[in-house]
């Protein structure tokens, strides 16, 4: 039996993140990861190493551009253990079938410029809305990096000029209604308010639905700041790949003294007297921790999988039921391919720059394309007719990912979890086999090579991933990368659920951390930024709580007169 002070489950980007804070503020720390690399979803591995060796891919996660929103890569000084994020620029490019195109360039006036080509009027709108949505970010993104129950937090993150750029997109009484009001409309009637253009229209409406839901997906209209974020912060991938991240807090966790360990997955959390005490893992080896145990993974398979019911009903009687029925997941997953090339794309047919490769590459012909590619998945169809899909060639930024002159490809398909009349069969009963993932797979490859012909003759060698394998892989309850749906209900304070909001859980010593909890999926570190502050204030005596709070109030005040 090993003994530290903290225990985490997973050794995911936000576990790491949370255990540098805490190894920081002197706690000792150790990390269980069940695969035999740590990094969740952020990893980058050869994963080809037979047919096509040197070659490296990103496995999931590959744009980073919340973490940019927060302080985590400054607070830790990551560059000095090895990280080194490259911009991109272009960012976006989506070729339509009509020849027309959109190109988008981290510049906002040289993405008009673009747009003007075919739509005067759009470009005009297009630096509009791109407006909007970067003030709403920066009013908002206080909220972001703090527990979403702390006012002290939230307050001590404002700045004069982040309290303007909130009340500048509220203003006036109707103003905040009318802001409400898009809040709770979707990125379809977003896009449709602002422009005309279907070459516009369908890619912003692709990225939009990163979030896991169809554009037309009501309280979901924040999908459309995905692409004002690639203007400002930016969007970056670390060199060598986005298990680069990874390495990097690897590097800091290890220098101070953490511990992380592979091939460990937890199979029981261990309660003593109503408090959590440790974990059990696969073998039987027990990891015991003094202060507490944050878990990294979903609140579902923590509390339902790997707890005695009779412990979870001790602790709240309804909290049962509510996780199995309030938490809202819609099939919706991915099947990830990953091709290594002998030579780039080439996109004969929109004016080809190898430039445009450099950001990602968006298939999607229209909105109604795009809805299908998102709705079709909530009841279990595979949306390959006419697939549209988010592609990435990594080394057009970063050659150093395979070997001199060869390239990798990036291939994010959305597909369901639980296939429509295959209940039973395939991997855990999803419907998903070898063959099938496969067939899939060629429908993707021809759909790309309608625009970019010389994919076939290119490829070297392919990997393909089912929603089954990727949820596997990650330990992701149905395949949900983001552990629960990003819809507005099951956001900020209601995310997981909200009596599990603040990291904190009716277990004593017990916390949560991860894509299920606030302020979401995707690369941000937030979360475990945000729970590592939760569990240091539980263990500060109520003196530190209140020097906090002053220091948080008197930044804010001193922010607001240095104004005047």
Known sequence: MQVSDVVIIGAGHNGLV???YLL????????????????GGATTEESLPEEAPGFKFNLCAIDHEFIHLGPVVEELELTKYGLDYLYCDPVVFCPHPDGTYFLGHRSIEKTCAEIAQFNQRDAQKYAEFTDFWQRLL???IPIFNAPPKSVVDI??????????DLFSVMGSPDGTLDLIRTMLTSAEDILNEYFDSEFLKA??????SELGAPPSQKTLSIG?????????PGMARPRGGTGALTQALLNLVKSLGGQVLTDQPVEKLLIDSGRAVGVRVRGGQEYRATKGVISNIDAKRLFLHMMDSAELDDADPALRERLERRIVNNNETI???????????????HQHRDEYLIGSVLIADSVKQVELAHSEPSIGRIPDSDPSMYVVQPTMLDPSMAPAGKHTLWIEFFAPYLVEGAEGTGLHGTGWTDELKNKVADRVLDKLAEYAPNLKRSIIARRVESPAELGERLGALKGNYYHVDMTLDQMIFFRPLPELANYKTPIEGLYLTGAGTHPGGSISGMPGRNCARVFLHTQQPIAQKLKDARDSIKSTVESVFKSF
């Open 18 to 20: 949370c255990a540098a």
């Open 24 to 39: 920081k503020a002197g706690y000792s720390v150790t990390l269980l990861e069940k695969r035999p690399v740590p990094g």
């Open 138 to 140: 920066k009013g908002i």
């Open 155 to 164: 307050v001590g993150n404002y700045d004069i000029q982040k309290i303007r």
């Open 203 to 208: 890619p912003l409406a692709r990225l939009a």
């Open 224 to 232: 459309a700041i995905m692409m004002a974020m690639r203007h400002n």
């Open 335 to 349: 099947l990830k391919i990953d091709c290594a090339l002998s030579e780039p794309l080439r996109f004969e047919h």
